[in-house]
């Protein structure tokens, strides 16, 4: 699976135009985005003259992949702080299903004995 790929669907959703999203992503991000659709065998877009919408299943893969994406741009922060060895904070990365149940109270069980 190429990252780039999964990178440029956030940009896009986020941008909210191929042409923004090219910018930050990649020059020949309708050729990516055209090969990660192949390769997922999925038309994560609708296309329409100059726009692009998301289809609904492009946006069920975006909503599950959205938090790990997050997840992956924190990895340069997470080595920083291993660098500089920070203490007393916690770097987390987890399925949002899992994230919004056991995770949560759990945190909130060592907040509590802090």
């Known amino acids: 699976m190429n990252l780039r790929g999964l990178h440029l669907l956030r940009d ?9 999203a090219a ?14 659709e192949a390769q997922l065998e999925l038309q994560l877009f609708s296309r329409s003259r100059h726009t692009l919408a998301l289809t609904e299943r492009g946006a ?3 909503q599950k ?10 990895i340069p922060l997470l080595a920083q702080d ?14 949002a299903p899992l994230a919004n149940g ?13």
């Not at 930050?24 to 090969?35: F, N």
């Not at 056991?102 to 802090?114: E, F, R, S």
Request: with cysteine; charged share 15%.
């Open 82 to 95: 291993l660098g500089r060895q920070l203490q007393n904070r916690l770097s987390m990365i987890s399925a």
């Open 102 to 114: 056991l995770a949560a109270l759990a945190i909130a069980d060592l907040c509590a004995d802090a």
């Open 65 to 74: 992949i959205q938090n790990t994406l997050n997840g992956l741009d924190e």
């Open 23 to 36: 910018v930050k992503s990649a020059p020949s991000a309708s050729r990516l985005l055209s090969q990660i």
């Open 12 to 20: 896009i959703v986020t941008a909210g135009s191929l042409a923004e």
């Open 60 to 62: 069920q893969l975006y």
